[in-house]
């Protein structure tokens, strides 16, 4: 079992930044694809970014340019930098993380950190 802890969410004008953070509580994070999603009120849950053990990158077409996902697999951490903060990027934003060697994916996932983008 791993737990995902987020944290450095809040309110931010329009135009702003945030840093998020997730910490994992394994000692093979180096060998999971960690994301990030986000779900608004109303919508479905939707995949913002993710970062294999490579450290490549993917991103929703609606945060290119202005997101940023990265690891550090010495902390078990990774991090989602949100820079020009839009109202639409209003929503609970969710760790989760899997292990790529496992047989059969399964996703755990962090509690969620809210995230308001309002003037």
């Known amino acids: 079992q791993v737990q995902l802890v987020e944290s450095g969410g809040g309110l931010v004008q329009p135009g702003g930044s945030l840093r998020l953070s997730c910490a994992a509580s394994?000692?093979?994070?180096?060998?999971?694809?960690m994301g990030w999603y986000r779900q608004a009120p109303g919508k479905l849950r939707e995949v913002v970014a993710t970062?294999?053990?490579?450290?490549?990158?993917n991103y929703a077409d609606t945060v290119k340019g202005r997101f940023t996902i990265s690891r550090d697999n010495a902390k078990s951490t990774v991090y989602l930098q949100m820079n020009s903060l839009k109202p639409d990027d209003t929503a609970v934003y969710y760790c989760?993380?899997?292990?790529?060697?496992?047989?059969?994916?399964?996703?755990?996932w962090g509690q969620g950190t809210q995230v308001t983008v309002s003037s």
């Open positions: 989760t993380a899997y292990d790529i060697r496992a047989r059969e994916r399964y996703n755990f």
């Open positions: 970062v294999n053990p490579g450290s490549g990158t």
């Open positions: 394994t000692s093979s994070f180096a060998f999971y694809v």
